[in-house]
């Protein structure tokens, strides 16, 4: 196989109305240097055919089901021909013709960098959160992540850079997370490799976010992002440790619930009272049942 840069990795789910958008930011058609694959995880929006038929030189695989976005990036990972890999939500695009490049040049210049994101951008210009200094529960877990090189913990999984045979010796993004903490146990992982986790400035992607998640009810998607975060721990904490976090979580969200309860006929904003009333019911009902078994 002729080696190239880069291999980028687009894993879409219904949206089909931004995968055309992202695909065009690539220059597809003016670097010979990168290839690009899309994993379509059975979107019923006409999203896989569009791409068929409208970007030939994609490498596109159609899944017969939602496979989850880890086992969708992991598909194609024996067929990258890349020195990197570069991840890409569908509902990003890049802002301008260079940013893979600087990514790259970044990574050939810091060997220390395992994994890197990029800065991400909101579609009014804001600054998009992406950078986290600390895993969830880490204040809990001081002896578990002794040891650790770099300050940054991790990066939004949304667009980031790494080297394709470091991500092939650790196996890949974990399959048990199907959508949420895939990114965060994935910079772990990299970084009890030896490396560090870095921060691409210079290279700029906008990110609208939550696209493939809009057909779901919000107390459905923090169900989801709390069955992944106990995951995470359950890989990387010892039990003690979690019977601490989860102690803490209930505890947090019993009072979260009264106190929003209370204060709910005084509220000005109901519905974004309404919305934190969802999200810890939603982190209450899913930690109960794992409370009550008493195991990890």
């Given at each position: 196989?002729?080696?190239?840069?880069?291999?980028?990795?687009?894993?879409?789910?219904?949206?089909?109305?931004?995968?055309?958008?992202?695909?065009?930011?690539?220059?597809?058609?003016?670097?010979?240097?990168?290839?690009?694959?899309?994993?379509?995880?059975?979107?019923?929006?006409?999203?896989?055919?569009?791409?068929?038929?409208?970007?030939?030189?994609?490498?596109?695989?159609?899944?017969?089901?939602?496979?989850?976005?880890?086992?969708?990036?992991?598909?194609?990972?024996?067929?990258?021909?890349?020195?990197?890999?570069?991840?890409?939500?569908?509902?990003?695009?890049?802002?301008?013709?260079?940013?893979?490049?600087?990514c790259v040049r970044f990574m050939d210049a810091n060997p220390q960098f395992g994994l890197a994101g990029t800065r991400l951008i909101n579609p009014d210009g804001s600054l998009q959160e992406s950078v986290?200094?600390?895993?969830?529960?880490?204040?809990?877990?001081?002896?578990?992540?002794?040891?650790?090189?770099?300050?940054?913990?991790?990066?939004?999984?949304?667009?980031?850079?790494?080297?394709?045979?470091?991500?092939?010796?650790?196996?890949?993004?974990?399959?048990?997370?199907?959508?949420?903490?895939?990114?965060?146990?994935?910079?772990?992982?990299?970084?009890?490799?030896?490396?560090?986790?870095?921060?691409?400035?210079?290279?700029?992607?906008?990110?609208?976010?939550?696209?493939?998640?809009?057909?779901?009810?919000?107390?459905?998607?923090?169900?989801?992002?709390?069955?992944?975060?106990?995951?995470?721990?359950?890989?990387?904490?010892?039990?003690?440790?979690?019977?601490?976090?989860?102690?803490?979580?209930?505890?947090?969200?019993?009072?979260?619930?009264?106190?929003?309860?209370?204060?709910?006929?005084?509220?000005?904003?109901?519905?974004?009272?309404?919305?934190?009333?969802?999200?810890?019911?939603?982190?209450?009902?899913?930690?109960?049942?794992?409370?009550?078994?008493?195991?990890?």
């Open positions: 196989m002729v080696p190239l840069d880069v291999s980028i990795i687009v894993v879409t789910y219904n949206t089909a109305d931004m995968i055309g958008m992202c695909l065009d930011s690539l220059g597809l058609d003016t670097d010979p240097f990168r290839e690009v694959f899309v994993v379509d995880n059975a979107s019923a929006d006409g999203g896989a055919e569009m791409v068929r038929n409208r970007y030939p030189r994609v490498h596109l695989t159609v899944n017969k089901e939602n496979r989850g976005f880890s086992a969708a990036n992991n598909q194609v990972l024996p067929l990258c021909r890349g020195r990197y890999l570069y991840y890409l939500n569908p509902d990003a695009k890049l802002t301008g013709p260079g940013v893979v490049e600087e986290s200094w600390r895993y969830p529960g880490q204040k809990f877990a001081i002896s578990e992540m002794e040891g650790l090189k770099g300050k940054i913990a991790c990066v939004l999984g949304a667009s980031m850079i790494a080297r394709t045979d470091l991500i092939r010796r650790i196996g890949g993004f974990d399959e048990e997370f199907t959508l949420y903490g895939e990114d965060q146990d994935l910079c772990l992982r990299v970084r009890r490799e030896g490396y560090e986790i870095g921060y691409i400035d210079d290279a700029v992607v906008l990110h609208y976010g939550g696209r493939s998640e809009r057909q779901s009810l919000p107390a459905e998607v923090w169900k989801k992002k709390s069955t992944a975060v106990y995951l995470f721990y359950r890989k990387h904490y010892l039990p003690e440790t979690i019977a601490r976090i989860r102690r803490a979580d209930l505890c947090k969200a019993r009072f979260r619930l009264l106190t929003l309860k209370l204060t709910m006929p005084f509220t000005r904003d109901r519905a974004q009272a309404e919305g934190k009333r969802t999200k810890y019911r939603a982190i209450y009902e899913t930690l109960k049942p794992l409370n009550s078994e008493g195991g990890n």
